[in-house]
């Protein structure tokens, strides 16, 4: 289904120029969009057992293996569904604001011009489920999405830097609200394990670097994000570079 979709996105963007005038094919697009993110929420995460004779056994993990080639399907729709522009998150938002602790989560004075609140808690819980999935829910090779896909998202921010690094700041904070959500419990952090420990000064340096990639928004910039989102989501990927 997410092959078709994202071929039904790119037709569709060289029939009419634009995916999001057609509230239909918008609505298919951002439910989608949903899905895939479902799937990303509702798969656990390993962890090492051992037996009663002391050798290591992995738990059975809830939700639907993404080690395979759907996990390409799934992030490549994911860019084309971001691409389509901020609606799509405002539908994102719709599906997930019952589920969530959104209490407090956007400042006043953090609101950008063209991008609504609903739609950046949206966006956040986008970017939340990708850093779960680089958590480990993912296989590590997904991390080598991260640039492109990370990089039409700013696009779809307007190319505004502000809007983009609180969206991330939201989605490091965003919580499950009160009657759970997938095999996640109440007030867990959407963003997965790493981000329930995360030292607010490893954050802060997090969101640096985030900040400082979108500023620069060239090629070279938005390869790093995929060692930083590694390096926060507990280990540094061996095939990329450090971030000098």
């Known amino acids: 289904w997410f092959l ?33 993110i479902q799937l990303m929420l509702a798969r656990g995460f390993e962890r090492d057992s051992h037996d009663r004779s002391g050798s290591a056994a992995p738990t059975v993990c809830a939700g639907m293996s993404l080690d395979g080639p759907q996990t390409f399907a799934i992030l490549d729709f994911m860019e084309a569904a971001l691409s389509v522009g901020s609606e799509i998150m405002e539908l994102i938002f719709s599906h997930y604001q019952e589920k969530l ?3 407090n989560i956007i400042s006043p004075n953090s609101i950008s011009t063209g991008i609504s609140p609903s739609a950046m808690v949206g966006g956040a819980v986008i970017v939340a489920a990708l850093l779960r999935g680089s958590s480990g829910i993912l ?8 640039p492109s896909l990370f990089s039409t998202f700013f696009e ?54 985030v900040e400082d990639i979108c500023n620069k928004n060239d ?15 507990g280990g540094k990927k061996k095939a990329s570079t450090s971030i000098s």
Not at 139 to 146: K, N, S, V
Not at 220 to 233: E, G, L
């Open 219 to 233: 090629t070279n910039s938005w390869r790093k994000m995929k060692v930083i989102i590694k390096q926060a989501c």
């Open 4 to 36: 078709s979709a994202d071929s039904i996105v790119s037709t569709f963007k060289k029939l009419s120029g634009s995916v999001s005038s057609n509230g239909m094919m918008t609505a298919i697009v951002g439910e989608s969009c949903a899905i895939g």
């Open 156 to 209: 779809t921010c307007n190319g505004d830097c502000k809007c983009f690094c609180q969206i991330f700041s939201i989605a490091c904070e965003m919580k499950v609200g009160a009657a759970g959500l997938a095999n996640m419990q109440p007030g867990q952090k959407l963003a997965g394990r790493y981000f329930e420990s995360l030292k607010q000064s490893t954050r802060d340096t997090f969101l640096s670097h």
């Open 139 to 146: 296989p590590p090779w997904a991390i080598e999405a991260t």
């Open 101 to 103: 602790l959104l209490e």
